[in-house]
T-cell receptor
Framework: DSGVTQTPKHLITATGQRVTLRCSPR?????VYWYQQSLDQGLQFLIQ???????AKGNILERFSAQQFPDLHSELNLSSLELGDSALYFC??????????????FGPGTRLTVL | QKEVEQDPGPLSVPEGAIVSLNCTYS??????FMWYRQYSRKGPELLMY????GNKEDGRFTAQVDKSSKYISLFIRDSQPSDSATYLC???????????FGKGNQVVVIP
Protein backbone atom coordinates (compact mmCIF):
# COMPACT_ATOMS: atom_id res chain seq x y z
CA ASP A 1 0.00 0.00 0.00
CA SER A 2 1.55 3.30 -1.17
CA GLY A 3 -0.40 5.48 1.25
CA VAL A 4 -2.08 7.37 -1.60
CA THR A 5 -5.83 6.93 -1.76
CA GLN A 6 -8.12 7.53 -4.71
CA THR A 7 -11.88 7.51 -4.95
CA PRO A 8 -13.92 6.16 -6.58
CA LYS A 9 -12.31 2.94 -7.80
CA HIS A 10 -14.64 2.69 -10.75
CA LEU A 11 -16.79 5.22 -12.53
CA ILE A 12 -19.18 4.57 -15.40
CA THR A 13 -20.80 7.54 -17.06
CA ALA A 14 -22.16 8.76 -20.37
CA THR A 15 -20.69 10.99 -23.03
CA GLY A 16 -21.10 14.68 -22.35
CA GLN A 17 -21.16 14.23 -18.58
CA ARG A 18 -18.80 15.63 -15.95
CA VAL A 19 -17.05 13.66 -13.23
CA THR A 20 -14.73 14.42 -10.31
CA LEU A 21 -11.91 12.13 -9.21
CA ARG A 22 -10.46 12.51 -5.75
CA CYS A 23 -6.99 11.88 -4.38
CA SER A 24 -5.49 12.03 -0.91
CA PRO A 25 -1.68 12.11 -0.86
CA ARG A 26 0.61 10.32 1.55
CA UNK A 27 0.98 11.99 4.90
CA UNK A 28 3.62 14.70 4.62
CA UNK A 29 3.66 14.86 0.82
CA UNK A 30 3.04 18.30 -0.65
CA UNK A 31 3.03 17.41 -4.34
CA VAL A 32 0.23 15.70 -6.18
CA TYR A 33 0.38 14.47 -9.77
CA TRP A 34 -2.33 13.24 -12.09
CA TYR A 35 -1.75 10.71 -14.86
CA GLN A 36 -3.93 9.08 -17.50
CA GLN A 37 -3.17 5.51 -18.55
CA SER A 38 -4.64 4.01 -21.70
CA LEU A 39 -3.63 1.05 -23.84
CA ASP A 40 -2.70 3.12 -26.86
CA GLN A 41 -1.00 6.07 -25.14
CA GLY A 42 0.48 4.47 -22.04
CA LEU A 43 0.95 6.54 -18.88
CA GLN A 44 0.64 10.24 -19.66
CA PHE A 45 1.43 13.02 -17.20
CA LEU A 46 -1.44 15.48 -16.90
CA ILE A 47 -0.66 18.00 -14.19
CA GLN A 48 1.21 18.56 -10.93
CA UNK A 49 0.29 20.64 -7.90
CA UNK A 50 2.57 21.60 -5.09
CA UNK A 51 1.14 22.90 -1.83
CA UNK A 52 -1.97 24.20 -3.55
CA UNK A 53 -0.30 25.78 -6.57
CA UNK A 54 0.00 24.41 -10.08
CA UNK A 55 3.65 23.52 -10.70
CA ALA A 56 3.78 21.67 -14.02
CA LYS A 57 1.41 20.90 -16.84
CA GLY A 58 1.56 18.02 -19.27
CA ASN A 59 -0.86 16.71 -21.87
CA ILE A 60 -3.99 17.88 -20.09
CA LEU A 61 -7.00 18.70 -22.23
CA GLU A 62 -8.85 21.99 -21.77
CA ARG A 63 -11.94 19.98 -20.76
CA PHE A 64 -9.97 18.71 -17.77
CA SER A 65 -9.04 20.74 -14.71
CA ALA A 66 -7.57 20.03 -11.32
CA GLN A 67 -7.00 21.70 -8.01
CA GLN A 68 -5.29 21.00 -4.72
CA PHE A 69 -7.02 22.07 -1.55
CA PRO A 70 -5.55 23.47 1.70
CA ASP A 71 -5.68 20.01 3.26
CA LEU A 72 -3.57 18.87 0.26
CA HIS A 73 -6.11 16.51 -1.23
CA SER A 74 -6.64 17.00 -4.93
CA GLU A 75 -9.50 16.66 -7.37
CA LEU A 76 -9.40 16.10 -11.12
CA ASN A 77 -12.49 17.33 -12.95
CA LEU A 78 -13.28 15.88 -16.36
CA SER A 79 -16.08 17.52 -18.35
CA SER A 80 -17.84 17.04 -21.69
CA LEU A 81 -16.66 13.46 -21.55
CA GLU A 82 -15.92 11.58 -24.75
CA LEU A 83 -15.54 7.86 -25.40
CA GLY A 84 -11.79 8.37 -25.75
CA ASP A 85 -11.56 9.61 -22.16
CA SER A 86 -12.13 6.07 -20.92
CA ALA A 87 -8.92 5.18 -19.12
CA LEU A 88 -7.27 4.59 -15.78
CA TYR A 89 -6.54 7.82 -13.95
CA PHE A 90 -3.74 7.69 -11.40
CA CYS A 91 -2.82 10.13 -8.71
CA UNK A 92 0.71 10.14 -7.31
CA UNK A 93 2.26 12.12 -4.50
CA UNK A 94 5.76 13.08 -3.46
CA UNK A 95 7.47 15.21 -0.87
CA UNK A 96 7.89 17.86 -3.54
CA UNK A 97 11.47 18.98 -3.04
CA UNK A 98 12.72 20.71 -6.16
CA UNK A 99 15.97 19.59 -7.75
CA UNK A 100 16.01 16.21 -6.04
CA UNK A 101 15.21 12.59 -6.67
CA UNK A 102 11.66 12.99 -5.49
CA UNK A 103 10.04 9.59 -5.73
CA UNK A 104 6.41 9.57 -6.75
CA UNK A 105 4.10 7.13 -4.99
CA PHE A 106 1.09 6.09 -7.00
CA GLY A 107 -2.42 5.44 -5.82
CA PRO A 108 -4.51 2.45 -6.99
CA GLY A 109 -6.21 4.45 -9.72
CA THR A 110 -9.76 5.24 -10.81
CA ARG A 111 -11.08 3.34 -13.81
CA LEU A 112 -13.31 5.61 -15.87
CA THR A 113 -15.62 4.14 -18.47
CA VAL A 114 -17.50 6.52 -20.76
CA LEU A 115 -20.42 4.91 -22.59
CA GLN B 1 8.12 10.49 -32.50
CA LYS B 2 7.39 9.81 -28.83
CA GLU B 3 10.07 10.79 -26.36
CA VAL B 4 10.21 7.25 -24.95
CA GLU B 5 9.65 4.10 -26.97
CA GLN B 6 8.97 0.76 -25.34
CA ASP B 7 7.73 -2.13 -27.40
CA PRO B 8 4.56 -3.05 -25.47
CA GLY B 9 4.53 -6.67 -26.64
CA PRO B 10 3.81 -9.18 -23.83
CA LEU B 11 6.59 -11.49 -22.71
CA SER B 12 6.11 -15.01 -21.32
CA VAL B 13 9.08 -16.81 -19.80
CA PRO B 14 9.53 -19.99 -17.75
CA GLU B 15 10.41 -19.62 -14.08
CA GLY B 16 14.16 -19.17 -13.60
CA ALA B 17 14.74 -17.56 -16.99
CA ILE B 18 16.34 -14.16 -17.53
CA VAL B 19 13.92 -11.43 -18.52
CA SER B 20 15.29 -8.67 -20.72
CA LEU B 21 13.37 -5.42 -21.25
CA ASN B 22 14.44 -2.25 -23.00
CA CYS B 23 13.47 1.27 -23.96
CA THR B 24 14.84 3.83 -26.36
CA TYR B 25 14.46 7.57 -26.08
CA SER B 26 15.00 10.67 -28.17
CA UNK B 27 15.51 13.45 -25.60
CA UNK B 28 19.23 13.75 -24.89
CA UNK B 29 18.46 15.89 -21.83
CA UNK B 30 17.23 12.85 -19.91
CA UNK B 31 19.55 12.10 -16.99
CA UNK B 32 17.50 9.92 -14.64
CA PHE B 33 16.26 6.57 -15.85
CA MET B 34 13.77 4.55 -13.89
CA TRP B 35 11.92 1.30 -14.00
CA TYR B 36 8.48 1.00 -12.49
CA ARG B 37 6.63 -2.22 -11.81
CA GLN B 38 2.84 -2.32 -12.02
CA TYR B 39 0.88 -5.29 -10.78
CA SER B 40 -2.58 -5.90 -12.16
CA ARG B 41 -5.14 -3.43 -10.79
CA LYS B 42 -2.46 -1.50 -8.90
CA GLY B 43 -0.56 1.73 -9.44
CA PRO B 44 3.05 1.73 -10.65
CA GLU B 45 5.79 1.49 -8.01
CA LEU B 46 9.39 2.55 -8.44
CA LEU B 47 11.63 -0.50 -8.82
CA MET B 48 14.99 1.18 -9.34
CA TYR B 49 16.60 4.21 -10.90
CA UNK B 50 19.94 5.04 -12.50
CA UNK B 51 21.61 8.36 -12.96
CA UNK B 52 23.36 8.90 -16.32
CA UNK B 53 25.12 5.99 -18.01
CA GLY B 54 26.18 2.78 -16.35
CA ASN B 55 24.83 -0.24 -14.56
CA LYS B 56 23.00 -0.62 -11.28
CA GLU B 57 22.25 -3.88 -9.55
CA ASP B 58 19.67 -4.57 -6.88
CA GLY B 59 19.28 -8.21 -6.00
CA ARG B 60 17.99 -10.05 -9.05
CA PHE B 61 17.44 -6.81 -10.97
CA THR B 62 20.02 -4.99 -13.11
CA ALA B 63 19.42 -1.70 -14.88
CA GLN B 64 21.69 -0.54 -17.67
CA VAL B 65 21.86 2.85 -19.36
CA ASP B 66 23.72 3.64 -22.56
CA LYS B 67 23.29 7.37 -23.14
CA SER B 68 25.36 7.32 -26.32
CA SER B 69 22.80 4.99 -27.88
CA LYS B 70 19.84 6.43 -25.97
CA TYR B 71 18.98 2.92 -24.82
CA ILE B 72 18.15 1.52 -21.41
CA SER B 73 17.60 -2.04 -20.26
CA LEU B 74 16.28 -3.97 -17.30
CA PHE B 75 17.31 -7.54 -16.62
CA ILE B 76 15.58 -9.84 -14.16
CA ARG B 77 17.61 -12.91 -13.23
CA ASP B 78 16.13 -16.13 -11.89
CA SER B 79 12.64 -14.85 -12.66
CA GLN B 80 9.84 -15.83 -10.28
CA PRO B 81 6.07 -16.02 -10.79
CA SER B 82 5.84 -13.04 -8.39
CA ASP B 83 7.73 -10.99 -11.02
CA SER B 84 4.68 -11.25 -13.30
CA ALA B 85 3.69 -7.63 -13.83
CA THR B 86 3.90 -4.78 -16.29
CA TYR B 87 7.27 -3.02 -16.32
CA LEU B 88 7.39 0.62 -17.40
CA CYS B 89 10.50 2.62 -18.11
CA UNK B 90 10.45 6.30 -17.17
CA UNK B 91 12.86 9.16 -17.65
CA UNK B 92 13.49 12.64 -16.38
CA UNK B 93 15.70 15.50 -17.48
CA UNK B 94 16.27 16.80 -13.96
CA UNK B 95 13.54 17.26 -11.41
CA UNK B 96 11.54 14.12 -11.10
CA UNK B 97 8.29 16.04 -11.34
CA UNK B 98 7.94 15.46 -15.06
CA UNK B 99 8.42 11.84 -15.95
CA UNK B 100 8.13 10.51 -19.49
CA PHE B 101 6.94 6.90 -19.45
CA GLY B 102 7.18 4.08 -21.93
CA LYS B 103 4.01 2.10 -22.71
CA GLY B 104 5.11 -0.83 -20.56
CA ASN B 105 5.84 -4.53 -21.11
CA GLN B 106 3.61 -7.17 -19.60
CA VAL B 107 5.77 -9.97 -18.25
CA VAL B 108 4.35 -13.38 -17.33
CA VAL B 109 6.61 -15.85 -15.53
CA ILE B 110 5.24 -19.37 -15.90
CA PRO B 111 5.88 -21.77 -12.98
Amino acid sequence: DSGVTQTPKHLITATGQRVTLRCSPRSGDLSVYWYQQSLDQGLQFLIQYYNGEERAKGNILERFSAQQFPDLHSELNLSSLELGDSALYFCASSVGLAGSQDTQYFGPGTRLTVL
Amino acid sequence: QKEVEQDPGPLSVPEGAIVSLNCTYSNSAFQYFMWYRQYSRKGPELLMYTYSSGNKEDGRFTAQVDKSSKYISLFIRDSQPSDSATYLCAMSAGDWNRLAFGKGNQVVVIP
